[in-house]
DNA sequence: GATGAATGAGGTTTCATTCAT
DNA sequence: GATGAATGAAACCTCATTCAT
């Protein structure tokens, strides 16, 4: 489903190579950002020649997009078993939560990519990741949403896809929250603490609140 | 209280002049990114020499940021009144979504130049710039959120400070969907539907009762 | 007999406004170089508008070789009274040593000018500035040498104009050792101390002794 | 000892671009000095791409410095063999003075560059160039002078770092009458000859019975 | 498959000088 | 006499990409 940015030669290169340099250039692009990365540092550094980095992936921008493919991949299968499962929408919300706080510090990186990835301006290139990244997610949120409408567990006159939306607009600034110098510095402006060294329960059992309320609440 | 990035020089040119040359940066920085954002071409679309928009601005990144405090005062313009108001705070609440939904479509080209200083890596810069641009909103939150805790208008178990971000998060989102290609996408992949074409009632009225409950629910 | 290289107006200005002008620019020119001397800046120091500065000097040159001729003049001042003297001519070599030291410690930026002016490339400027600078002191020394070998107080084998300019080499040397950068470091190099806590008084008798003894000696 | 001032790629270029690249820009640095020589003149005149030439030297500064460092071996190696011979002083001396001339007139483009090294403000870098120009020359000369005390062949009273930096300030004098502008004209100045006209044994003997005597005379 | 030398367009920034007031 | 806003050419340096080996 989502269309491959690497050539075939990358498919041959071993293992070992293929996680060296996605993680080398992840993190190159994770510091500096798109334009400033450099691809010649990012092949020095994953031990490789720049003319074979160019046998790997076609451009600068390939590279990226395969390294952005590769983070999502990863998040996605960390989401994929809350999702599924059968549990209630609360209890798959605080899994949710805990996972998204764990996620992001463990894949930091990947998280940086992903808000990178937000002010690209290439609108071609803008859809085909933004389908790549959300449809997934957003997919097993409205669908558990959808069933939690069905078994009544949740007030009748909510919107699925907005209230997803909502939901997932929260997580997404609390996965920047722990990755992003901005975004870290905007939440200890709101909550006056740095999120490394907030208490993680204070964030869950806050935002458990907010969103069971938010979800289950009618008048 | 925003540390100038300006020279005096700036200050000393018409104000049809100043506004020229910041709708015109803004614009480029705006469509571009920062990166790619060409000063000569600014200093050409704003009829003004290279020279002169040197004597006005030290750095590239100077002019970035003077643009940003710029649209920052304007946001912040617009939610003074509502947030100092005597109003409830499901009606200002109200008058927020409605505000945020009017101001990111009229000044879309500010909002992306927020999305584009979040992903900025200069630790020390990105510091002073969220506390620019963060501090005066998030006090009015929690200044409203917390009267609202004090008049029992408002459940007593909430966190104001973590409250207040959770609702901006949301609103964040929502200005980001309003203005930046990635989001829109987002956006729609959520809802179904494209922003531009979505009828804004169904937000507000959505995002209201999310917001409701999760304040005034207790169980 | 130099070529002025100010207008008219700089004349007319005050004493006061005139030497200012003439520091201020010593020592910018003297700290930064001839091309990294920025003109707007030595304006702005000297608290005259650059269009003042213009209506002083035509060129950054102008200003440029007006500085030196000021501080040549001086030079040549200190240089008058020795050398026009009747003193014998070790007694005038002491003399002179001394003064080149005191006057090198005192006026360092012009002599910063002497040794940048040295680099020049402009060749009919060079020939000019060289003139003005040389012409003068080099006749006192042959002077002072030919009136020595009529009286039969040197060596008769000296070519006086040859045996003038090695002498003024040594203290040519001297004073950019007082100076200059480069120079002071190659002092140090040669005498394991570093010309501003030398012992003057080593200079002079160990200088004095290789001049006298070149002068005098004769087979 | 001397800090390599360029990249390993270049080292690994072939020695005829070595050469060439070396020489086409010791040339323009000559001929412009420093700030006004162009970068892309001279990888444009070395045949290369200006791509290439940063791939060889970091900054300017540093293709600079590695021209100086290069013109200031080939004057090492040219003293190396007289100063390190077993002659007498004076025979030491009468090969230095000839070696001088004739290396200056061969050699002008890197006398130039030292003489434009001389005005360098960076104290940092000049303190390191200095040491690696200045160092192993005046090394040569103390220990030669030294020796000739011990022999007794010079007199006994002579401070050998003092005699040795007037010995060298002539020589320096001497070099750049040779090469530059400034001090060819002084040089006709005080002699009333061109330096390139004068027949080269008037100066070799001149300034020989100058040292002769400087160095031998007792009283 | 693998290398890395080579390219060159393009952007930020500086500053001497002009000129209308 | 005095101001200072305005100009714009020019230079250093970066880096994605190519290609011969």
Redesign the interface.
């Known amino acids: 489903m989502t269309e491959k940015r690497y050539k075939d030669a990358f498919e041959r290169a071993s293992d070992e190579r293929k996680n060296l340099i996605l993680e080398t250039a992840t993190k190159e692009f994770a510091?500096?950002?798109y334009?400033?990365a450099n691809i010649n540092v990012i092949a020095k550094n994953a031990g490789i020649s720049i003319g074979l980095m160019y046998k790997y992936f076609s451009t600068k921008e390939d590279l990226f997009i395969t390294c952005v493919q590769h983070g999502m991949n990863i998040l996605d299968n960390a989401l994929e078993e809350i999702m599924m499962s059968d549990d209630k929408l609360l209890i798959k919300a605080e899994k949710l939560i805990r996972t998204t706080c764990i996620h992001s510090k463990k894949n930091a990186n990947y998280i940086?990519l992903y808000?990178?990835?937000?002010?690209?301006?290439n609108?071609m290139l803008?859809?085909t990741?933004?389908?790549e990244i959300?449809?997934s997610i957003?997919k097993k949120?409205?669908y558990s949403i959808s069933s939690a409408l069905k078994t009544g567990d949740v007030?009748q006159?909510?919107?699925p896809?907005?209230?997803?939306?909502?939901l997932?607009?929260?997580l997404?600034?609390?996965r920047?929250s722990y990755t992003?110098?901005?975004?870290k510095?905007?939440?200890e402006?709101?909550?006056?603490v740095n999120v490394e060294e907030m208490d993680e329960e204070?964030?869950v059992s806050?935002?458990l609140?907010?969103?069971?309320?938010?979800?289950?609440?009618?008048k």
Not at 115 to 121: A, L, P, Q
Not at 180 to 183: F, G, K, L, N, S
């Open positions: 510091s500096k950002g334009e400033k940086r808000n990178e990835i937000t002010s690209e301006r609108p803008v859809k990741i933004a389908n959300e449809s957003s949120y409205v007030r006159d909510l919107d896809r907005l209230f997803a939306f909502f997932d607009d929260i997404l600034a609390l920047f992003c110098d901005y975004y510095e905007r939440f402006i709101y909550t006056g204070a964030i806050q935002l609140k907010f969103i069971e309320s938010a979800f289950t609440f009618e």
